[in-house]
Nanobody, 123 residues
Framework: QVQLAESGGGLVQAGGSLRLSCAASGDTFTDYAMAWFRHAPVQEREFVAGISWSGTSTIYANSVKGRFTASRDKAKNTVYLPMNRLKPADTGVYYC????????????????WGQGTQVTVSS
């Protein structure tokens, strides 16, 4: 099974940018679609973005469309999530997740999760 480790979170002012990274190890990285979820206090875990195993297909939550862009580097076994024009509503713990073959917007369908990285956007 694949193991995941996120990095790149931090504190940023509204309108700023961050780039999250998720490094994978263990199983064959290219067998997995990848996704980003976020979890804000007193809210359910929310789908943010997904990218296919090939990297040619992506999907985004409406709340982040046009501001976030998922990508993956197969040579580095890493997926990225540059986040631009950040808003306080983007605050939360961001998790990357792996699902064998196809992505999904449902967190319960994912096979592996990272430990999360905190993103805080101040107003």
């Amino acid at each position: 099974q694949v193991q995941l480790a996120e990095s790149g979170g931090g504190l940023v002012q509204a309108g700023g940018s961050l780039r999250l990274s998720c490094a994978a190890s263990g199983d064959t990285f290219t067998d997995y679609a990848m996704a980003w979820f976020r979890h804000a206090p007193v809210q359910e875990r929310e789908f943010v973005a997904g990218i296919s195993w090939s990297g040619t297909s992506t999907i985004y939550a409406n709340s982040v469309k046009g501001r976030f862009t998922a990508s993956r580097d197969k040579a580095k076994n890493t997926v990225y999530l540059p986040m631009n024009r950040l808003k306080p509503a983007d605050t939360g713990v961001y998790y990357c997740a792996a699902r064998w073959r196809g992505y999904s917007v449902h967190p319960q369908e994912y096979d592996a999760w990272g430990q999360g990285t905190q993103v805080t956007v101040s107003s």
